[in-house]
């Protein structure tokens, strides 16, 4: 599956901001879907995650309350709602998906990455 990632900009804090990743591929429904992101000079690391049926879902505790993942695999797509965000969200964001259904913290496990899509959050 290819994914694209859209929905990145500048927000001031506080303020939110709704990420989309639209996949190409037929089996799109059975993947677990995860966002990760990457700050300047650190480490990627995971912001949550979704099953495939869109019940379950995983989330950091540094976005646990403030962010939401759903998707419509109608629409082959997975969004990332983020409220009440902080300067510390700044960050490039990747979806990526898991033919396994995984949804997980463990990047490794994803099969497919999409491109980023930055979020600057101003102070």
């Known amino acids: 599956v290819q994914l694209q990632a859209s929905g990145g900009g500048l927000v001031q804090a506080g303020g939110s901001l709704k990420l989309s990743c639209e996949a190409s591929?037929?089996?799109?429904?059975?993947?677990?879907m995860g966002w990760f992101r990457q700050a300047p000079g650190k480490e990627r690391e995971f912001v949550g995650g979704i099953r495939w049926g869109g019940i379950r879902t995983l989330y950091a505790d540094s976005v646990k309350g403030r962010f939401t993942i759903s998707r419509d695999n109608a629409k082959n797509t997975v969004y990332l709602q983020m409220n009440s965000l902080k300067p510390e969200d700044t960050a490039l964001y990747y979806c990526?998906?898991?033919?396994?259904?995984?949804?997980?913290?463990?990047?490794?496990?994803?099969?497919?990455w999409g491109q980023g899509t930055l979020v600057t959050v101003s102070s």
């Open positions: 990526a998906a898991a033919k396994s259904a995984y949804f997980g913290p463990r990047s490794g496990v994803y099969d497919s």
């Open positions: 591929g037929r089996t799109f429904s059975n993947y677990g």
